[in-house]
């Protein structure tokens, strides 16, 4: 399996335009989760879905945000408009019960200007 | 959540083993002893995990004391690939949310 993919890599978006991060889990998965990542606040978690279905939004930060999965292989994760504070690094992880393990994609670097 | 402790730093020499500690004083019985890592540029990567008994495993072992107020993560011979932010975290229950620390930054010299 080629592991979770993640699309685009890098990102540099002016502030005030949307940006839109995707991912596509281990096929068979039934839990996928997103995470943000910064030098200031480390790995937070946003959000995270079962069998697509969003579970727990609290860690998205503010309407800005927004995540969807329309079907078991993708997911999306939005953020219009950007602002510069946005910067970091997104991961998705996904996982299959009854596993413990979550594996992580290689990231998406946003840098917002 | 359950927090955990870790020392921001450890050092080690290439091909020695390496013990990292953690605590978790408030953890409860039900919640889970995870440890990840992220090497440089990377998304973090599962080790190990228990409940209350030691595992092994082909990446490292794991040594929970036996009031599972903490924890240790050892890699028996360290290599230059191993250096990497550890993350010691609790989950709760074996559905929870992973919560992650700051972790412990390894070095490793040759």
């Known amino acids: 399996d080629a592991g979770v993919i993640q699309s685009p890599r890098h990102e540099v978006t002016e502030m005030g335009q949307e940006v839109t991060l995707r991912c596509k889990p281990i096929?068979?998965?039934?839990?996928l989760f997103w995470y943000r990542q910064t030098m200031m606040r480390g790995l937070e978690l946003l959000i995270y879905?079962?069998?697509?279905?969003?579970?727990?939004d609290s860690g998205m930060p503010e309407d800005r945000f927004s995540a969807k999965m329309p079907n078991a292989s993708f997911s999306t994760l939005k953020i219009q408009p950007s602002e510069p504070r946005d910067s970091a690094v997104y991961f998705c992880?996904?996982?299959?019960?009854?596993?413990?393990?979550?594996?992580f994609g290689p990231g998406t670097r946003l840098t917002v200007t | 959540d359950a927090k955990t402790t870790q020392p921001n730093s450890m050092e080690s020499n290439e091909e020695e083993p390496v013990h990292l500690p953690c605590n978790h004083s408030?953890?409860?019985?039900?919640?889970?002893i995870h440890w990840y890592r992220q090497l440089p540029s990377q998304g973090p990567e599962y080790v190990i995990h228990?409940?209350?008994s030691n595992v092994n495993n082909r990446m490292a072992s794991l040594a929970i004391a036996e009031d599972r107020k903490s924890s240790t993560l050892i890699l028996h011979r360290a290599t230059l690939r191993d250096a990497a932010v550890y993350y010691c975290?609790?989950?709760?229950?074996?559905?929870?949310?992973?919560?992650f620390g700051k972790g412990t930054k390894l070095s490793v010299k040759p």
């Open positions: 228990g409940l209350t």
């Open positions: 975290i609790l989950q709760q229950g074996s559905q929870g949310n992973l919560i």
């Open positions: 408030t953890i409860s019985g039900t919640d889970y």
């Open positions: 096929s068979g998965h039934d839990y």
């Open positions: 879905f079962n069998n697509n279905v969003p579970i727990d």
């Open positions: 992880a996904s996982r299959k019960l009854p596993s413990y393990e979550q594996y």
